[in-house]
């Protein structure tokens, strides 16, 4: 049975990637984006659908999952992201970046999961994949306090992931949080794998995960990081 896999931020870095290799690989792949009208790459690869989705808009959350009322959704992976301000650019006087950090990456994420459950609902996979980063671990925060936003959204995701996967327990939905490595992209030029091989060995990842996984975190390759 062919799968449906939906990606936030698909339209480049990590995201593109999944889209990529997850439509060669036959899947169904809804991709989402702020700007698929503009989305050179998406539209070459022509996923499986295209979807317009700000991650801040509600009214595009909602407009998504009514879309998507009939389908199933195997994987629903929150991908999209941002680094936010660094901790000297930061004004205290102006919380709004930091607002946006926790929008984005933290609330956005719980919204998609509760706007699509029926949708995961229906599937036998039912899972949900936090793109979260080692940047959010609490345990390995053993530097001078930078990366203040993006850190914190990240930590707060991984709160958010695990009070939803108890929640959702019973349900058997699967909900983890998911390092996907030092990746290349605009947000790290200076990553050190590509994202060819980091979306290679999620899905490996992915592919191996089952109902006890749940309220995990882990990175791409499978491993436990500590939270
Ligand atoms: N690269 C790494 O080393 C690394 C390490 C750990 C974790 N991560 C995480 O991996 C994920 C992907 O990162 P990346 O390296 O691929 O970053 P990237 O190349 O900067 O891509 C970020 C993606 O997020 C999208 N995005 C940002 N704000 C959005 C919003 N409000 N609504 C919808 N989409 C939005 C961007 O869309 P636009 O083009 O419209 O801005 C873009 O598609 C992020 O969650 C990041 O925190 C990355």
Same mark, same amino acid.
């Given at each position: $049975?062919?799968k449906?896999?939906?990606?936030?931020?698909?339209?480049?870095?990590?995201? /593109?990637?999944?889209v990529?290799? @997850?439509?060669?690989?036959?899947?169904?792949?809804?991709?989402?984006?702020?700007?698929?009208?503009?989305?050179?790459e998406?539209?070459?690869?022509?996923? %499986?659908?295209l979807?317009e989705?700000?991650? $801040?808009?509600?009214?595009?959350?909602?407009?998504i999952?009514?879309?998507?009322?009939h389908e199933?959704?195997?994987?629903?992976?929150?991908?999209?992201g941002?680094?936010g301000?660094?901790?000297?650019?930061f004004? #205290?006087?102006? &919380?709004?970046?930091w /607002?946006?950090g926790l929008?984005? $990456?933290?609330?956005a &994420?719980?919204?998609?999961?509760?706007?699509?459950?029926l949708?995961?609902e229906?599937s036998?996979?039912? /899972?949900?994949?936090n793109?979260?980063?080692?940047y959010?671990s609490?345990?390995?925060?053993?530097?001078?306090?930078?990366y203040?936003i993006y850190?914190s959204?990240?930590?707060? /995701?991984n709160?958010?992931?695990k009070?939803?996967a108890?929640h #959702?327990?019973?349900?058997?939905?699967?909900?983890l949080?998911?390092?996907?490595?030092?990746?290349?992209?605009?947000m790290?030029? @200076?990553?050190?794998?590509?994202?060819?091989?980091?979306?290679k060995?999620?899905?490996?990842?992915?592919?191996?995960?089952?109902?006890?996984?749940?309220g995990?975190?882990?990175? %791409?390759l499978?491993?436990p990081?500590?939270?």
């Amino acid at each position: $049975m062919t799968k449906t896999v939906l990606i936030t931020g698909g339209n480049r870095g990590i995201g /593109l990637e999944m889209v990529r290799q @997850y439509s060669a690989l036959g899947y169904r792949v809804i991709a989402c984006c702020r700007n698929p009208q503009s989305a050179k790459e998406l539209l070459q690869i022509a996923p %499986y659908a295209l979807l317009e989705l700000d991650v $801040m808009k509600l009214e595009h959350i909602e407009r998504i999952a009514d879309q998507l009322k009939h389908e199933t959704i195997d994987i629903l992976i929150n991908n999209a992201g941002i680094t936010g301000p660094p901790n000297e650019e930061f004004n #205290w006087k102006n &919380p709004a970046p930091w /607002l946006e950090g926790l929008h984005v $990456m933290t609330l956005a &994420p719980y919204i998609m999961a509760q706007a699509l459950q029926l949708q995961l609902e229906k599937s036998s996979s039912k /899972l949900v994949v936090n793109i979260s980063s080692v940047y959010g671990s609490i345990a390995l925060n053993q530097g001078k306090g930078d990366y203040l936003i993006y850190r914190s959204s990240k930590a707060a /995701l991984n709160a958010t992931t695990k009070c939803l996967a108890n929640h #959702w327990k019973e349900k058997g939905i699967v909900v983890l949080a998911l390092h996907p490595g030092f990746v290349k992209t605009e947000m790290n030029p @200076y990553g050190k794998i590509s994202v060819s091989t980091s979306v290679k060995e999620i899905r490996k990842t992915l592919s191996l995960v089952t109902k006890k996984d749940t309220g995990t975190f882990i990175d %791409y390759l499978g491993n436990p990081i500590p939270w």
